[in-house]
T-cell receptor, first 118, second 116 residues
Framework: AQTVTQSQPEMSVQEAETVTLSCTYD???????LFWYKQPPSRQMILVIRQEAYKQQNATENRFSVNFQKAAKSFSLKISDSQLGDAAMYFC???????????????FGQGTILTVHP | EAGVTQFPSHSVIEKGQTVTLRCDPISGHDNLYWYRRVMGKEIKFLLH????????ESGMPNNRFLAERTGGTYSTLKVQPAELEDSGVYFCASSPQPGQGIYEQYFGPGTRLTVT
């Protein structure tokens, strides 16, 4: 079974600065997808960024980028030029790409609460 | 376009009672998922519907939980009888028919269930 670990329960950053959230995972599969989701306070979870394991190039979405290290099974999220609206709980998630009945299942980490200071 | 909606937003029940949670996916999304987050722990998968069929129910904790999706539209998750350990936030998500791609699951706001 796959597991996802977020070792930072809480992180904080000053507005306009950069912060990196850590995520490691364990799997025996070679083909999979990785995601970062964001849940602002009292709001629903939304997708921030996604990465296909077979792609070596790190995904980027505006101020959000990932550092995907497949051999190390690491998938960190970097937020540049942090804004107050980035304050949220961030979840790292894994999904198998190998088919079978569980192809839709997301496996989540424990989450990291990000605080942005003005 | 309306997002995924869930009802109720919060439910407080006594141990032994029954509760039914409802999820309305985004219109046209064949795939519907239920997840649960128990206090302080990670979000865990419960089950996955494709239209009205259960594709994967490997995460359902026990037979006190019954999920249905009649007609392939909205879904209900019934807990009967509720136990204290069932307390948590229940999330629903939906996605279009994905094939095997890197598709996004769209999440609802969750139902906070408190069993006392």
């Amino acid at each position: 079974a796959q597991t996802v670990t977020q070792s930072q329960p809480e992180m904080s950053v000053q507005e306009a600065e950069t912060v990196t959230l850590s995520c490691t995972y364990d799997t025996s599969e070679s083909d999979y997808y990785l995601f970062w989701y964001k849940q602002p306070p009292s709001r629903q979870m939304i997708l921030v960024i996604r990465q296909e394991a077979y792609k070596q190039q790190n995904a980027t979405e505006n101020r959000f980028s990932v550092n995907f290290q497949k051999a190390a099974k690491s998938f960190s999220l970097k937020i540049s030029d942090s804004q107050l609206g980035d304050a949220a709980m961030y979840f790292c998630a894994y999904r198998s790409a190998s088919g079978g009945t569980s192809y839709g299942k997301l496996t989540f980490g424990q989450g990291t609460i990000l605080t942005v200071h003005p | 376009e309306a997002g995924v909606t869930q009802f109720p937003s919060h439910s407080v029940i006594e141990k032994g009672q029954t509760v039914t949670l409802r999820c309305d996916p985004i219109s046209g999304h064949d795939n519907l998922y239920w997840y649960r987050r128990v206090m302080g722990k990670e979000i865990k998968f419960l089950l996955h519907f494709v239209k009205e069929s259960k594709q994967d129910e490997s995460g359902m904790p026990n037979n006190r939980f019954l999920a249905e999706r009649t007609g392939g539209t909205y879904s209900t998750l019934k807990v009967q009888p509720a136990e204290l350990e069932d307390s948590g936030v229940y999330f629903c998500a939906s996605s279009p028919q994905p094939g095997q791609g890197i598709y996004e699951q769209y999440f609802g706001p969750g139902t906070r269930l408190t069993v006392t």
